[in-house]
């Protein structure tokens, strides 16, 4: 076990992750660079691993923050980077199952939720790994878009947003889900991985409302050049 203490880019904030357990990358640090808040909006991030989208938006925009986070090791790092970053004043890492959320986050009371949720379902996963910290956090084995849209629904309030980073190849199905807690997608960022490749994720922005109308893509992203260094846009879309 070999923990390590990086700077998330385009953050002012040093996180700390374990290189055996599950580790936050790319694709959160692309959500959490896109999503803008207001003061004293009242901000949720659900499976939060060790706290790279969450405790990144609680430093930058100085908002309650609170983290839920099943593995008990990952929570764990979340509260050592709360407290190295002295966010204890805008942040809060809670161990526990998301079904419990309602149990600590009062229903319809909050303003954004964030999740980088499990991609891969459980009966059609690839052979799990033997990490079992990466299968949880990779498969549907405790969370999975049901449950998402259901606990979403239940902690914002009307019109509260809901920002998620999510594979293109089970687009359609999340947004099918999403629309049945009524929290229709708004906004879309497509990622690309080279100039010439097809999308392979997706930013999301959903709203939770009834209204079924207005929708935005936003130019998409290439994340590297030919030769594999990070793009100009990339660069850009970071600082």
């Given at each position: 076990m070999t923990k390590t203490k990086e700077r998330v880019p385009g953050f002012d904030l040093d996180l700390f992750q374990d290189t055996e357990l599950f580790r936050s990358s790319i694709d959160s640090v692309l959500l959490a660079n896109w999503i803008?808040?207001?003061?004293?909006?009242?901000?949720?991030?659900?499976?939060?691993?060790?706290?790279?989208?969450?405790?990144?938006?609680?430093?930058?925009?100085?908002?309650?923050?609170?983290?839920?986070?099943?593995?008990?090791?990952?929570?764990?790092?979340?509260?050592?980077?709360i407290t190295y970053n002295h966010l204890q004043s805008h942040a809060k890492i809670i161990h526990t199952d998301i079904k419990q959320a309602l149990h600590y986050v009062g229903h319809d009371s909050i303003d954004v939720i964030t999740c980088n949720p499990p991609y891969f379902k459980a009966q059609h996963s690839p052979i799990l790994g033997k990490s079992l910290s990466q299968n949880i956090a990779r498969h549907e084995l405790y969370f999975d878009l049901p449950l998402l849209g259901q606990i979403a629904s239940a902690l914002l309030k009307d019109n509260g947003l809901l920002y998620l980073v999510y594979r293109l190849d089970r687009f359609f199905e999340l947004a099918q889900v999403l629309q049945t807690y009524h929290l229709p997608i708004k906004e879309t960022l497509f990622i690309y991985p080279h100039q010439n490749a097809s999308a392979n994720l997706v930013l999301i922005k959903c709203r939770k409302t009834r209204r079924q109308s207005g929708y935005k893509v936003w130019p998409g992203l290439v994340l590297y050049t030919e030769d594999g260094h990070y793009s100009k846009q990339l660069r850009a879309f970071c600082s």
């Open positions: 803008q808040l207001k003061p004293q909006q009242k901000l949720v991030d659900l499976c939060s691993g060790s706290g790279l989208i969450g405790l990144c938006l609680a430093q930058k925009f100085q908002v309650p923050t609170v983290l839920l986070e099943l593995q008990a090791a990952l929570a764990q790092l979340a509260q050592e980077t």
